[in-house]
């Protein structure tokens, strides 16, 4: 079955610096994959969503590639800031068909020092 | 602020008590879903309804029970749960369940069971 991993647990970085998350998944490409934020007794907030066929997606500070070769994508934040301390979530869509079916990674808590 | 609107915020109930989660989303949504996340783990798909029909049910025990009164409601009638069944519910809705789109969660409801 398909096995998604988000190999760090934490990180911990200084404010100002690049933040770089990393998904990687076993068996099959997914058509998608999306990047959710999730804050301490929320719920998660969509981020960024790259296709298959698409190598690089901006929004603002943040940035996402995703590599089928290497079977991993990875979530930039630039500037990082004491806001952007949250644990963030990779999905990929697993759906047969047209069917969507959004599986999580475990998260990566990212945590930005002043 | 989420525009999925999740009640109660907070249930705690007996093993042999009977209650409902409320799920509401005014964004013209066919898609919704409810998850289960544990502390520390990802969020779980549990059942998936589309045009207010169960498309994906994910061999959830039978004491959780979903109801779609119509395409803007979903509720989660919970019975003879166990302490095990204690977690965060989110409640979330997509434009359709087809591949690719965003996830829109709410702000979840904290079961605890006693």
């Known amino acids: 079955s398909q096995k998604i991993e988000q190999n760090s647990e934490a990180l911990n970085i200084q404010e100002g610096k690049t933040a770089t998350l990393t998904c990687n998944y076993t068996n099959y490409s997914p058509a998608y994959l999306q990047w959710y934020r999730q804050d301490p007794g929320r719920g998660p907030v969509f981020l960024l969503l790259i296709r298959e066929n698409e190598k690089e997606k901006r929004k603002e500070r943040l940035k996402v590639t995703f590599d089928t070769t290497l079977k991993q994508s990875l979530f930039h934040i630039t500037a990082s800031q004491p806001a952007d301390s949250a644990t963030y979530l990779c999905?990929?869509?697993?759906?047969?068909?047209?069917?969507?079916?959004?599986?999580f990674g475990k998260g990566t808590k990212l945590s930005v020092k002043p | 602020d989420t525009e999925v609107t999740q009640t109660p915020k907070h249930l705690v109930m007996g093993m042999t008590n009977k209650k409902s989660l409320k799920c509401e989303q005014h964004m013209g949504h066919r898609a919704m879903y409810w998850y289960k996340q544990k502390a520390k783990k990802p969020p779980e798909l549990m059942f998936v309804y589309s045009y207010e029909k169960l498309s994906i049910n994910e061999s959830v025990p039978s004491r959780f029970s979903p109801e779609c009164p119509n395409s803007s409601l979903l509720n989660l009638h919970l019975h003879a749960l166990q302490p095990e069944d204690s977690a965060l519910y989110l409640c979330?809705?997509?434009?359709?369940?087809?591949?690719?789109?965003?996830?829109?969660f709410g702000e979840g409801s904290w079961l605890t069971v006693v």
């Open positions: 999905a990929l869509d697993m759906g047969g068909g047209s069917q969507g079916n959004l599986i």
């Open positions: 979330a809705s997509s434009q359709d369940s087809g591949r690719g789109n965003t996830i829109y």
